[in-house]
């Protein structure tokens, strides 16, 4: 069936280095690609999103990247700050969304 | 402009006993959600309304779960009779249309012992 797989579980960086998360799919209809941030005991909420026409988005110090000939996409944020730190899902819909299991981020001051 | 409304926000059941939540969602979006996230886990749609018809209920439990979303605007989501793998924060969403930014509400957390 449909799968999104995401990468790492757990990342841990310090305050102003870059942070990485990649996601795979598997569904080749894929074609909306959103990443969500959801603070302990939030709401998740939208923090960026790509379409399968465009490579690359950025968004201040958020990008996100998708590679569709290896249903490969990866969201970017530069200059981490204490206040990035929440768990990250990405999300790949070709008409359902289907979520990777989350990165849990951490910024140390 | 008025977010995703739900309640109630906590409830606690025994197993076996059957529970209702409700899900008012943004003014104007014809798409509704319903996704159960399990702690520890990225959410999982259940049913996804468009208007007042359902466009995907495949991973719904129909056994034990049931949503309705009469006139295309409220819809109520109900568990009878609950599980304890049923206990989880369960999340409506909505959006203009469909594969469009989904708006979520801030859960009903279910505990079920």
């Known amino acids: 069936g449909e799968n999104v797989e995401q990468h790492p579980s757990t990342l841990s960086v310090q305050e102003g280095d870059s942070a ?82 989350g990165t849990r981020l951490a910024v140390h001051p | 402009e008025a977010g995703v409304a739900q309640s109630p926000r906590y409830k606690i059941i025994e197993k076996r006993q059957s529970v209702a939540f409700w899900c008012n969602p943004i003014s104007g979006h014809a798409t509704l959600y319903w996704y159960q996230q399990i702690l520890g886990q990225g959410p999982k749609l259940l049913i996804q309304f468009q208007n007042n018809g359902v466009v995907d209920d495949s991973q719904l439990p129909k056994d034990r779960f049931s949503a309705e979303r009469l006139k295309g605007v409220d819809s109520t989501l109900k568990i009878q009779p609950a599980k304890l793998e049923d206990s989880a924060v369960y999340l409506c969403a909505s959006s203009l249309v469909v594969m469009d930014e989904q708006y979520f509400g801030p859960g009903t957390r279910l505990t079920v012992t």
């Open chain 1, 20 to 101: 990485v998360i990649k996601c795979t799919y598997s569904d080749s209809a894929s074609n909306y690609f959103p990443w969500y941030k959801q603070e302990l005991g939030k709401r998740p909420q939208l923090i960026i999103d790509i379409r399968s026409n465009v490579g690359e988005k950025k968004d201040q110090r958020i990008a996100v990247t998708l590679n569709k000939t290896a249903k490969h996409f990866s969201l970017h944020i530069t200059e981490t700050q204490p206040e990035d730190s929440a768990v990250y899902f990405c999300a790949a819909s070709g008409g359902r969304l289907i979520f990777g299991a």
